[in-house]
């Protein structure tokens, strides 16, 4: 059976994906299309865009959707990268310990979108 995130947890992801779409990535994604509030039911704003870009490790363009799926999972792996700034993770698993997305902004976001990608930030 599949976990169910909390409202709040889901809100958090939610909020980063909205950062990501509205500044994070705009500097290496060459369009968004689709972005848009998903309703699922569950009374939760749930966000989502579909990122264009030029992908550097297969010389091809390549579109990919952002949700908080995919920011959860990139977020995670920020977190376990043993080769990533410890200042960088202590403010993001303080963020996330505390479903706060007040501290995380639009560089964070591209990153935690850049590892949900390629499990690394690619673009600095």
């Known amino acids: ?11 958090f992801l939610n909020n980063i994906v909205i950062t990501a779409a509205e500044g994070g990535v705009q500097s290496w994604v060459d369009y968004i299309s689709e972005y848009k509030k998903v309703d699922r039911g569950d009374g939760i704003e749930h966000y989502s ?3 264009h870009y030029d992908d550097p490790s297969e010389d091809k363009k390549r579109a990919q959707r952002v949700d908080e799926d995919l920011v959860s999972r990139g977020l995670n792996k920020w977190l376990k990268d043993p080769d990533a700034r410890a200042d960088d993770k202590r403010r993001l698993r303080e963020a996330s310990k505390e479903n706060d ?13 850049e590892y949900g990608i390629w499990g690394e930030i690619v673009f600095a």
């Not at 059976?1 to 809100?11: D, G, V």
């Not at 997305?101 to 979108?113: F, H, L, P, R, T």
């Open 1 to 11: 059976m599949a976990r169910t995130r909390s409202a709040e947890r889901a809100e």
């Open 49 to 51: 865009f579909v990122a």
């Open 101 to 113: 997305a007040g501290d995380i902004d639009a560089g964070d976001a591209s990153g935690i979108v």
